[in-house]
């Protein structure tokens, strides 16, 4: 056993993945952007107001691809044709406007590439030396991938990424359902797991499905946020717990 990571009674740790363990939630903020911004100033033309991270936050941040579209296009007005997950992204479809960001964000990470945060390797490292059980629960397609290209792979035992969520229908954050199916593919249940995440919507599942902490990690100054939906603590980087401040 190593050194005490968690509160008394949790055995499983359920991460999300941008923004959690690696940078890429930047990335994606960025991919929305220019994607966004193209799109509205076609559609808003004269009226056009920019994407804002504060529209970000509120509507895109870890919840599914095309609930996002969907979201944040309803913010401004504007509602369009579901379509289909292959719809080309040439398409103005709910799914071609995903997938158009999909392409900009992969340039984006193949320009840039894919960092872990330091401070969530340590943290990662001592949660395998204490013996607790690991599962990445993110709303990306490109969970796989940017976990693989980060080198974490090797921590975790089960993965439900945005491809899971679409096969087995889960409804995605700020609903439970990926944490619930996070803590049950390590065998624990959802007093005995932690939640780590970023996103509003993120902690708001915590809270929803009863986990036994969830803990909102403050990238962006918006810890009072993060409390007030649902997070049992508040840190700014992951490394913090090891320094003894919070269990
Ligand atoms: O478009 P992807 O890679 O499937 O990701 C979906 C969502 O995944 C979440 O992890 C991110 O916080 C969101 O910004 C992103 O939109």
């Known amino acids: ?85 292959d719809d080309p992204p040439t398409a103005d479809t709910v799914y071609g406007v995903g997938n158009r960001k999909n392409d900009a964000l992969l340039k984006i990470i193949q320009e840039h590439g894919v960092t872990p945060y330091p401070g969530s390797v340590r943290y990662l490292e001592a949660v ?52 619930l199916a996070g803590a049950k593919a390590l065998g624990a249940n959802p007093a005995q797991a932690a939640v780590f995440e970023d996103a509003l919507a993120g902690v708001q599942a915590g809270r929803a499905g009863g986990f036994g902490w969830v803990v909102g990690v403050d990238r962006t100054h918006h810890a009072d946020e993060l409390r007030a939906h649902g997070a049992d603590i508040v840190v700014s980087d992951l490394a913090e717990i090891l320094e003894g401040v919070t269990p």
Not at 152 to 158: E, G, I, K, W
Not at 161 to 170: A, E, M, P, S, T
Request: proline content about 4%; charged content about 25%.
């Open 128 to 179: 395998r030396d204490a013996g607790l059980a690991v599962a990445v629960v993110t709303s990306s397609e490109n969970g796989a991938s940017v976990l693989d290209a980060a080198g974490l792979s090797r921590f975790v035992q089960a993965r439900i990424d945005g491809l899971v969520i679409n096969r087995q229908k889960l409804r995605g954050k700020p609903e439970p359902d990926s944490f």
């Open 1 to 85: 056993m190593g050194q005490r990571v968690a509160p008394e009674g949790i055995t499983a740790c359920l991460f999300d993945l941008d923004g959690v363990l690696t940078s890429t939630a930047a990335q994606h903020m960025a991919a929305w952007k220019q994607t966004f911004d193209a799109f509205l100033r076609e559609h808003e033309r004269e009226r056009f107001r920019p994407f804002t991270e504060t529209d970000y936050v509120e509507y895109v941040d870890g919840r599914p691809r095309a609930d996002g579209v969907r979201q944040f296009l309803a913010s401004r007005g504007i509602t369009l044709p579901e379509g289909g997950h």
